[in-house]
Structure formats: C-alpha cells, structure tokens
C-alpha cells in the first residue's frame, strides 16, 4: 500500500501558474493527476509512467499542463500554467499499482490522496 499527499494549491489570478506535488510514502508506480469541481465528475488530467518516459494528458489540457517526476524524492510535480477560471478544483493524485499508468479512467486507479484545492480568480 502506498500514501500520497497532495500539497501545492491555493489561489491564484487568471493567466497564473503553480506547481502541485504528490508525496508517495514509497516508489509508486504509474501516478495520475485528476481534478473534480464541485457538482462534476473526477476529471483525467494526466499522468506519468513509472519510469517517466510516457506521459499522458487530456487533450484539453495538454500545453498548459506539464506532468513530471522525481524518483529519488518519490514525488510527481504538476506543472500548471496560464491558468483559467475553468481550472478551478480539487486535484487529487492518484497511483496505479496494477497497470501501465495510460487509463483516463478513476476506478482503475487504486491509492488515492485526499486532494489539494486550487481556486482561480478571474
């Protein structure tokens, strides 16, 4: 079993950046970002592969997000740019311990962490 905390959020204008971190208890492996606003569904992001070489993004997203990791820390960073009121969530990192780390889907995610509120104002 593995523990993630999520750190990073908070408020910040439109056109903004932050960088979210997901602290792993042990080396994980494949981990997913995803985000949920209030009354909607728990949102692929994009995630990273145990080794770092594959990287995945939802095609909304990709450009203004950037997913990386640092396995000597067990940590995977969110790099989030020009941001937009519409990005406005929990975002919440996830680890997969059964597949390749590719699924957009949330139940094939087994460890989660309890989230990071990020909030942009316009």
């Known amino acids: 079993q593995v523990q993630l905390v999520e750190s990073g959020g908070g408020f910040v204008q439109a056109g903004g950046s932050l960088r979210l971190s997901c602290a792993a208890s042990?080396?994980?492996?494949?981990i997913a970002w995803f985000r949920q606003a209030p009354g909607t569904e728990r949102e692929f992001v994009a995630s990273?592969?145990?080794?770092?070489?594959?990287?995945y993004y939802a095609d909304s997203l990709q450009g203004r997000f950037t997913i990386s990791r640092d396995n000597a820390q067990n940590t995977v960073y969110l790099q989030m740019n020009s941001l937009k009121s519409e990005d406005t969530a929990v975002y919440f990192c996830?680890?997969?311990?059964?597949?390749?780390?590719?699924?957009?889907?949330?139940?094939?995610?087994?460890?989660w962490g309890q989230g990071t509120q990020v909030t942009v104002s316009t």
């Open positions: 996830a680890a997969d311990w059964q597949g390749d780390g590719s699924s957009r889907f949330p139940r094939d995610w087994q460890y």
């Open positions: 042990k080396r994980a492996h494949p």
């Open positions: 990273i592969s145990w080794g770092g070489d594959y990287t």
